[in-house]
């Protein structure tokens, strides 16, 4: 691994990007394992909840593969095909907004019907750990909103669909404005909260239970919540 000087405040997304030229540059090739979360700490001289989102932004980006007790390992990909989405300046209305919300509800039912019938052992334990780091982290902010994010990939993941993940891939950075903009409303709040974990763990227990019509309802119920509290901010603001 090459040094990196660090010159950003999201540092994770410099990491990111760090080890994705190391990729298409071929110092890094496909099979090849990176090194540990604790010797990635070291190198990039960061925390381990750090690393864990460069991962993570590496993994929706379909370079990097991980494993549990196995470590990353270094996808197979074209150098056409990976490019960091860039949305600049999209979300500048409201309208924006509550189509990005459409698009995302049409695209997230479907990963959930999928995610039913094609789900593994290995997806439902990943699964299982978000729902009990949500548990943990109930009311940080930060943390919470990642695990959010991190829940509705690994059911795009849970597909086996890559496009589908690619899919997901281009609106997360528009989902994550969107859940500032309820998050600065008060909609993290104990009550809420609670709610929001209920509503992803009766997601996760159709996928388990391999009930496709089920996964579709909770899915659809969830981010009708999800809409309906972006509505009610939106109303705020005009007011």
Same mark, same amino acid.
């Given at each position: 691994?090459?040094?990196?000087?660090?010159?950003?405040?999201?540092?994770?997304?410099?990491?990111?990007?760090?080890?994705?030229?190391?990729?298409?540059?071929?110092?890094?090739?496909?099979?090849?394992?990176?090194?540990?979360?604790?010797?990635?700490?070291?190198?990039?001289?960061?925390?381990?909840?750090?690393?864990?989102?460069?991962?993570?932004?590496?993994?929706?980006?379909?370079?990097?593969?991980?494993?549990?007790?196995?470590?990353?390992?270094?996808?197979?990909?074209?150098?056409?095909?990976?490019?960091?989405?860039?949305?600049?300046?999209?979300?500048?209305?409201?309208?924006?907004?509550?189509?990005?919300?459409?698009?995302?509800?049409?695209?997230?039912?479907?990963?959930?019907?999928?995610?039913?019938?094609?789900?593994?052992?290995?997806?439902?334990?990943?699964?299982?750990?978000?729902?009990?780091?949500?548990?943990?982290?109930?009311?940080?902010?930060?943390?919470?909103?990642?695990?959010?994010?991190?829940?509705?990939?690994?059911?795009?993941?849970?597909?086996?669909?890559?496009?589908?993940?690619?899919?997901?891939?281009?609106?997360?950075?528009?989902?994550?404005? #969107?859940?500032?903009?309820?998050?600065?409303?008060?909609?993290?709040?104990? #009550?809420?909260?609670?709610?929001?974990?209920?509503?992803?763990? #009766?997601?996760?227990?159709?996928?388990?239970?391999?009930?496709?019509?089920?996964?579709?309802?909770?899915?659809?119920?969830?981010?009708?919540?999800?809409?309906?509290?972006?509505?009610?901010?939106?109303?705020?603001?005009?007011?």
């Amino acid at each position: 691994m090459e040094p990196l000087k660090m010159t950003t405040v999201r540092i994770y997304e410099k990491i990111a990007d760090h080890i994705k030229q190391q990729i298409l540059d071929g110092k890094l090739k496909p099979g090849d394992k990176l090194p540990s979360d604790k010797e990635l700490c070291q190198h990039y001289s960061v925390g381990r909840s750090t690393i864990r989102e460069a991962l993570s932004a590496l993994k929706i980006m379909g370079l990097i593969e991980s494993r549990q007790g196995e470590g990353s390992t270094i996808c197979k990909v074209d150098p056409e095909d990976v490019k960091m989405p860039d949305f600049s300046g999209f979300l500048l209305s409201d309208q924006s907004i509550l189509e990005l919300m459409e698009a995302r509800k049409l695209l997230e039912i479907s990963n959930a019907e999928v995610a039913a019938s094609r789900r593994t052992d290995e997806d439902l334990m990943k699964f299982q750990q978000i729902l009990n780091r949500m548990q943990v982290h109930l009311l940080n902010e930060e943390e919470s909103k990642k695990e959010d994010m991190l829940f509705h990939h690994t059911i795009a993941e849970a597909t086996h669909n890559t496009i589908m993940v690619k899919l997901l891939e281009t609106i997360s950075e528009q989902m994550d404005k #969107a859940m500032r903009e309820i998050r600065r409303a008060g909609f993290l709040n104990p #009550a809420s909260a609670q709610r929001l974990l209920a509503e992803h763990t #009766a997601i996760y227990q159709a996928i388990k239970d391999q009930d496709a019509e089920k996964a579709q309802q909770s899915m659809k119920s969830h981010l009708e919540y999800f809409e309906s509290e972006i509505r009610n901010n939106i109303k705020l603001k005009s007011n």
